[in-house]
């Protein structure tokens, strides 16, 4: 049984988690690196930067120092893709993870250097732990008024799923299990650039026939590479597919959508992410996924002019115009 959780990370979804964790009976430690910023939760018992309207119980231990942090039963690793590795390695030399009976990513990312997806880097910092992930149509702004949500948990060991999945078990929170984790780390990560070419679209003006025909090509996508990388076909038909996908193209809320749209309506790139506190997941993935599908070989279009809009410097309606310009094909194909 899983009785005390530390959280690692402290923007929106990390507030949102460390807040259900609680409700859900567990003692709880909530970590993150701005001392500025935890001493302000500690103190208001809000998170003013990214959730400020959640009330945060008072029972949560709020820190930055990691060496203040207690052994705990679970450890939720909560930052972006591009932290996780350093993250990792902090929280191994801390001794935080010393006691730890599983650990739970719920970051979606591949690391571009090495294709690592989230949970192979924590396990490659903290080995010897079973590890899971949480993943699925899950924004926090929505969790924070506690609307209802699903999740998939995915994790090898059945028992241990169980577990984590009775964690993460509220009212207004229904959790899955799968044994695929695989597959649903891949799925995770490849919704975030197509959330972007959803954007663009919007902020073209192409219409909503034109939205729903990206999104479903970017399923098959997903599907192709997920598939090749080493996941079931019908785990990108889940939450952690093909309903994650849903909701980042569609959902306000949706940070990628959000860049997509600006770069639609004329906006340079960096003057986007410059203007935002919120990380967009699949601006950095897009490079990680586009080079693990030619290494595998897999035939990815969307893929292919979302990078180039991103990062070779390409015009986001030219990108467009060439996926609609390419030769006539099988819809299975």
């Not at 120092?65 to 990792?88: G, H, N, W, Y």
């Amino acid at each position: 049984m899983i009785q005390s959780a530390t959280v690692i990370g402290a923007g929106s979804w990390g507030t949102a988690i460390a807040s259900m964790l609680s409700l859900r009976g567990l003692n709880v430690q909530f970590w993150g690196r701005d001392a500025g910023l935890m001493s302000q939760i500690r103190d208001t018992r809000r998170n003013g930067r990214y959730l400020q309207d959640l009330q945060l119980p008072e029972n949560i231990a709020v820190t930055s120092d990691l060496s203040a942090l207690q052994p705990a039963d679970m450890l939720v690793f909560v930052v972006p893709s591009k932290a996780m590795r350093s993250t990792a390695e902090s929280v191994a030399r801390s001794g935080a993870a010393s006691k730890g009976r599983v650990l739970v990513s719920c970051a979606k990312g591949i690391e571009l250097e090495t294709g690592r997806r989230m949970s192979e880097m924590i396990g490659e910092s903290i080995p010897n732990v079973p590890l899971a992930v949480l993943t699925g149509p899950n924004h926090a702004e929505e969790v924070a008024l506690r609307l209802a949500t699903a999740a998939v948990v995915a994790c090898a060991d059945d028992e241990i799923g169980r577990a984590v999945q009775s964690c993460f078990t509220l009212p207004f929170f229904r959790t899955y299990t799968t044994d695929d984790i695989v597959g649903a780390e891949w799925a995770g990560a490849m919704k975030n650039p197509y959330a972007i070419a959803a954007g663009i679209a919007l902020g073209l003006k192409l219409g909503d026939n034109a939205i729903a025909a990206l999104v479903t090509r970017a399923l098959a996508e997903m599907v192709r590479l997920g598939v090749a990388e080493g996941g079931r076909t019908e785990t990108f038909y889940g939450l952690s597919g093909v309903g994650d996908l849903m909701t980042t193209c569609y959902s306000e809320h949706s940070r990628n959508q959000r860049v997509g749209l600006l770069l639609g309506q004329g906006r340079p790139l960096d003057e986007i992410i410059s203007s935002t506190r919120m990380v967009a997941e699949g601006v950095p993935n897009t490079a990680s996924l586009h080079r693990a599908a030619k290494e595998k070989n897999v035939r990815t279009p969307l893929l292919d002019e979302i990078f180039a809009v991103l990062h070779q410097g390409k015009p986001a309606r030219e990108g467009m115009k060439a996926l609609l310009s390419r030769d006539p094909r099988p819809e299975a194909d």
